[in-house]
T-cell receptor, first 112, second 109 residues
Framework: DGGITQSPKYLFRKEGQNVTLSCEQNLNHDAMYWYRQDPGQGLRLIYYSQIVNDFQKGDIAEGYSVSREKKESFPLTVTSAQKNPTAFYLC???????????FGPGTRLTVL | GQSLEQPSEVTAVEGAIVQINCTYQTSGFYGLSWYQQHDGGAPTFLSYNGLDGLEETGRFSSFLSRSDSYGYLLLQELQMKDSASYFCAVTSGYSTLTFGKGTMLLVSP
């Protein structure tokens, strides 16, 4: 079955530590996205990548970094510079020539 | 920039038809999408209405008025499992989505 996987589902970190969230897709999609969702809020775009080895900042990129070395993988690092990192993080991918995005199950990050 | 407005909550009864509205302000509009999210889950695609066509799934349909910067999602034959949050999202340049804050739909028996 094709799909998007994110791991882990729940993640706890101490303040001041960097943490990397995994996102893998086997849908052969070129574009991938990272969103942040806070309670009772919509999704806000952190970073996106239209093609391997290229990525762009979204609306709230400060304190985050990404890489896109393989088509299947788009990991997100939450750095210690992110002031309020506790949130639900969602990864998505998109088929070329359509606007439909497919989401992974998400990672709920709690920084203590 | 982009901004979207949708009601925070809508209530309806099982078997009814419900409409969830969305107004938007954006530059470079390509289309309006709708996603469903159950509590703690991943958003799933419901409908897209835009310059390059229309796509709908199951009991969900959508309407778009580009001149009024307005659209709505229509859910027919409501079921209890339709209780969830519904997000409208605008596609602008580079196929990025800007989401509204979501509408919580509560379906009662």
């Amino acid at each position: 079955d094709g799909g998007i996987t994110q791991s882990p589902k729940y993640l706890f970190r101490k303040e001041g530590q960097n943490v990397t969230l995994s996102c893998e897709q086997n849908l052969n999609h070129d574009a991938m996205y990272w969103y942040r969702q806070d309670p009772g809020q919509g999704l806000r775009l952190i970073y996106y990548s239209q093609i391997v080895n290229d990525f762009q900042k979204g609306d709230i990129a400060e304190g985050y970094s990404v890489s896109r070395e393989k088509k299947e993988s788009f990991p997100l690092t939450v750095t210690s510079a992110q002031k309020n990192p506790t949130a639900f993080y969602l990864c998505a991918s998109r088929r070329t020539a359509t606007d439909t995005q497919y989401f992974g199950p998400g990672t709920r990050l709690t920084v203590l | 920039g982009q901004s979207l407005e949708q009601p925070s909550e809508v209530t309806a009864v099982e078997g009814a038809i419900v409409q969830i509205n969305c107004t938007y302000q954006t530059s470079g509009f390509y289309g309006l999408s709708w996603y469903q999210q159950h509590d703690g889950g991943a958003p799933t695609f419901l409908s897209y209405n835009g310059l390059d066509g229309l796509e709908e799934t199951g009991r969900f349909s959508s309407f778009l008025s580009r001149s009024d910067s307005y659209g709505y999602l229509l859910l027919q034959e409501l079921q209890m499992k339709d209780s969830a949050s519904y997000f409208c999202a605008v596609t602008s340049g580079y196929s990025t989505l800007t989401f509204g804050k979501g509408t919580m739909l509560l379906v009662s028996p």
